[in-house]
């Protein structure tokens, strides 16, 4: 099946900070999308992107299907940005979501 | 539109015994998905219906877990005779265009 690769596994920014977090995957893909883990757990959508570029206020995405990958942006990164951002993707044949094993981002003030 | 609803939010059994979860997924979604997280691990299929047809299962389901979406709309995942390793979080998600949208998840924990 496919496989979903997320860098880095951890990050600490300071408040303020910019960064990206990367998603590689295995195969071509129907459906990709970003995800935040709430420290209570709940996974609250932050990108469908299955292919281009969006942007929400200080988050952006980037999907380049044809090589197999997508990028995540947090600008002027804050404390409540913290948590686990998890990359899911469907691949071909099928409608079920495969997720990456996670960036742990960590936010200083 | 109030979102996908889980119940029981949390429960602790005794190894050995049945649980069962409950999902509500938001109205006319068709297709309806269940995964498990265990702690610092990333969500896992189990399995999905569209409508009421259950068409993928995960090969790692298994014969203790079953899943049913009677009519299309509610579902629940049952676990038979509990063991220590099913502790984890039940996720529930439901899409109707591709987009999936989660519950809050069902936390088990198996003494």
């Known amino acids: 099946g496919i496989q979903v690769e997320q860098s880095p596994p951890d990050l600490i920014l300071q408040e303020g900070a910019n960064s990206t977090l990367r998603c590689n995957f295995s195969?071509?893909?129907?459906?990709l999308q970003w995800f935040h883990q709430n420290p209570w757990g709940q996974l609250i959508n932050l990108f469908y992107?299955?292919?281009g570029t969006k942007q929400n206020g200080r988050l952006s995405a980037t999907t380049v299907a044809t090589e197999r990958y997508s990028l995540l942006y947090i600008s002027s990164s804050q404390t409540t940005d913290s948590g686990v951002y998890f990359c899911a993707v469907v691949g071909s044949g099928t409608y079920k979501y495969i997720f990456g094993t996670g960036t742990r981002l960590k936010v200083l003030a | 539109d109030t979102g996908v609803s889980q119940d029981p939010r949390h429960k602790i059994t005794k190894r050995g015994q049945n649980v069962t979860f409950r999902c509500d997924p938001i109205s006319e979604h068709n297709r309806l998905y269940w995964y498990r997280q265990t702690l610092g691990q990333g969500p896992e299929f189990l399995t999905y219906f569209q409508n009421e047809a259950q068409l993928e299962k995960s090969r790692l389901l298994s014969d203790r877990f079953s899943a049913e979406r009677p009519k299309g709309s509610f579902s629940t995942l049952e676990i038979q005779r509990t063991e220590q390793g099913d502790s984890a979080m039940y996720l529930c998600?439901?899409?109707?265009?591709?987009?999936?949208?989660f519950g809050e998840g069902s936390r088990l924990t198996v003494l």
């Open positions: 998600a439901s899409s109707l265009y591709g987009e999936l949208f």
């Open positions: 195969d071509s893909v129907n459906n």
């Open positions: 992107i299955p292919s």
